[in-house]
């Protein structure tokens, strides 16, 4: 292993490795509970702790899908949406659960799920903003399942154990409704109190008691099943009494007859007392009363009675309706009587397929109770695939079978008698049961019981995992608890939270709620599953080989479509709640790297686009500057001219390409920690501008190469720059100036060659930042030649920022003495028109003048510069040649001793063209530079070429100045660079001349090709 001794460190070795992940736990860290100590955890360690598939997954799962809603609504849901409607409620919802279960189990079975379940896998897979959001409304929908837990326990205890312990009591008949709210309240909020303070006091003791609760669930519903075979049979004597075809509520009578016998003689009932105004015969009585006769019927006629073919059609009712029976005799009257105050059994709201829909959802729900307790299992793996599908498939089983079962085994007025009121205020399913109805009654109040405690347990963790992710800062205080990990903030916010869906106090006004919050989450699975199997990313490779894309995207759309049914307002209000939630973390959240999906399916589809987008140039109206920023660093690898980028956000305003570039002069093996510092220095400053692109740093043994390479190189495919934006050298007269004149011209001629625009902004350190407004201003633009219409563009692209928002455009033009300026005004105004830009038009005649003495002048004194330099460059190469040549004659010398064999031509060949006339007067030449030199710069007559350039230069800047000196921006275009490059020097000193007096000024040198157009 010597070889590899030096990278020990940082590459561990294989047998190392693999003892870490053999020993690997997938228990969340730092949650210890406070009854193990650390001698009981070690001696856990070594022995297997872990349970199976049946004890760890598929009882958990059947404890939680099956609660309050088979026990207290499935057969008034049977009742209201008929054999066949109900049949397609349950089979939807079970489907859409089947279908998450397998998109679950492959996510589960692709590595390790550390505690968290549902939230770690939606949140590795789609990445920390759908994970936050995904896992925030999972964690409502687990806190408003508590509160409807508690309403189901409260109802229970209220309706069907103890109807006497109602602390607010109604003093009408239609106060009744209202007086049983406010007892919900009253008795869920210190229910909820003290679930609270036993999930604080210890979580040992829920989990301890979830064994009984899951055995009140199971003997509950063998008792059904009992009970309809002892139908079959034995159908049990259970009366209800009818009015007509009207029921009624069996709570203040108990003959059902009008008149019974009594000391030889009939007596009015006390069901006359209710129907009339006195208990005499001869009393007036309610009109249906008296038109129709009362009968009774057998509220459960057993499974044999041929019940179920009236049961099968849907039988749905507004709020406050009859509970009729079909196919009885009943008499109309023409005028309805009064109904309230009467004892007749009223629907208490409106029924429809969606509604109970909503309903129905939340039973089905609970299938992530195997994937959270992955830490506890044995083989997480192997478990929660077989033990939730199995779940699933129970309990699908079972309430299908119960929807069947009841159907054919109760009336159908019995059915949707929500509370029982036909029956004497007993529960139905109650009724049903053998060997009695408190087996039902009991073990639903404790499985509900059980149900909401569990809530309570796994909200506050859940969210107690999001805050420790660290996704969403304001969450920050909810990951803290006691010292043994318990998330108390957690538990504290829960039960807030549950509070206020316990004071909405109705168990179906809840129970849409948390639909909602659950159908989101599972559509997120499914999407989750989707993507990743999309993708193909080389990570997924699940266990679990049961599963399908299509599955997945079925699953996902059924989820979407419930949301719709079930409620169409909270499905958007929840929606509004995640996007809110997602916009929050990608803003102001804490970034993670995840290797989710999304990040994955962002990389593809820019794959794709990137193989869509043609390589060859854009049509002329999909051109917008993509642009090349070129920056300078300084020796501390800071940005030189900040405000360059500030320039490119106000042109760009996020949209198109922005690469900032820039290059370090050396080798990249020594340099590449400087190349990092400056890549961060320049993010971080693209940050502070808002300049939204990309960051591109070449190290390179020169900067002209370096630059060339990122003008060549920059971009990817066809999303590559077409425009060059760069500072001014501002300093390019010093000669000690590393960005050198040579290298801006020969930038330049890049450019050129390359077919891209080039922008060269003057005094960038005077241009606004993005926080300036210009309160008023013009952006003035002087058009002397056409290069594509790119100073056209440009203002309108300016304007469009906050800064420029309220700056006029003017454009100026140049007309020569043949020209006429009348007409050219009227095209330039046409065409600005078919354009669509607003601008003011002026044309500028520059009348031909003779060349001025300042401009002759000028042009000399840049030339004696020019060829100053060129002296001063050719004296220091003159002495590089001097030593050269003694060194070659001493060689030369040396070896004519040696070798005298050799052909005396020798020395004359390594010489070359040098004699000893023309040395004797290169030394002479060196030895008085002065005389011959730069005694010749005085006779110098300056070329004629350059003194009209210099007098173009000087009389196109006098009239840019006499309009344009108080501009906000001046855009001029950019002439090139010569083509003989012995002018190079001349050149910068025209640029300077052109643009000397202005503040902010933009070079613009188009690309050659038309990027503005007149059609549509």
Known sequence: MALFEEEMDSNPMVSSLLNKLANYTNLSQGVVEHEEHEEDSKRREVKSPRMGTFIGVYLPCLQNILGVILFLRLTWIVGAAGVL?????????????????????????????????????????????????????????????????????????LTYISPSAAIIQAETAEGEAAAMLHNMRVYGTCTLALMATVVFVGVKYVNKLALVFLACVVLSILAIYAGVIKTAFDPPDIPVCLLGNRTLSRRGFDVCAKFHAANNGTVPTALWGLFCNTSMPNATCDEYFAQNNLTEIQGIPGVASGVLLDNLWSTYADKGALVERKGSLSVSVPEESRTSGLPYVLTDIMTYFTVLVGIYFPSVTGIMAGSNRSGDLRDAQKSIPTGTILAIVTTSFIYLSCIVLFGACIEGVVLRDKFGEALQGKLVIGMLAWPSPWVIVIGSFFSTCGAGLQSLTGAPRLLQAIARDGIIPFLQVFGHGKANGEPTWALLLTALICETGILIASLDSVAPILSMFFLMCYMFVNLACAVQTLLRTPNWRPRFRYYHWALSFLGMSLCLALMFICSWYYALVAMLIAGCIYKYIEYRGAEKEWGDGIRGLSLNAAHYALLRVEHGPPHTKNWRPQVLVMLSLDEEQRVKHPRLLSLTAQLKAGKGLTIVGSVLEGTYLDKHVEAQRAEENIRSLMGVEKTKGFCQLVVSSNLRDGMSHLIQSAGLGGMKHNTVLMAWPESWKQEDNTFSWKNFVETVRDTTAAQQALLVAKNVDLFPQNQERFSDGDIDVWWVVHDGGLLMLLPFLLRQHKVWRRCRMRIFTVAQ??????????????????????????????????????????????????????????????????????????????????????????????????????????????????????????????????????????????????RSRGAQLVLLNMPGPPRNRQGDENYMEFLEVLTEGLDRVLLVRGSGREVVTIYS
């Open 85 to 157: 409607e109900s049949f397609l409620i349950v089979s939807m919802c079970c489907t859409c659960t089947m279908l998450t279960a397998i998109s679950m189990s492959a996510i589960a079975t692709n590595g390790v799920v550390p505690a968290g379940g549902s939230y770690y896998m939606i949140s590795r897979s789609l990445g920390p903003e759908f994970g936050g959001a995904v896992g925030l409304c999972f964690y409502l929908g687990t806190t408003f399942a508590g509160a409807m837990y508690i309403l189901g326990t409260i109802e229970i205890f």
């Open 817 to 962: 003495v043949d020209d006429n300026s009348i007409q050219m005004k009227k095209d330039l105004q046409m065409f600005l028109y078919h354009l669509r830009i607003s601008a003011e038009v002026e044309v500028v005649e520059m009348v031909e003048s003779d060349i001025s003495a300042f401009t002759y002048e000028k042009t000399l004194l840049m030339e004696q510069r020019s060829q100053m330099l060129k002296q001063m460059q050719l004296s220091k190469t003159e002495q590089e040649r001097e030593a050269q040549l003694i060194h070659d004659r001493n060689t030369a010398s040396h070896s004519v001793v040696v070798t005298r064999t050799q052909a005396p031509s020798t020395p004359d060949k390594v010489q070359m063209t040098w004699t000893k006339e023309k040395l004797i007067a290169e030394k002479y030449k060196n030895k008085e530079p002065g005389v011959s030199g730069f005694k010749d710069l005085f006779s110098l007559k300056p070329n004629q070429s350059n003194v009209r350039r210099m007098h173009t230069a000087v009389k196109l800047n006098g009239v840019v100045l006499s």
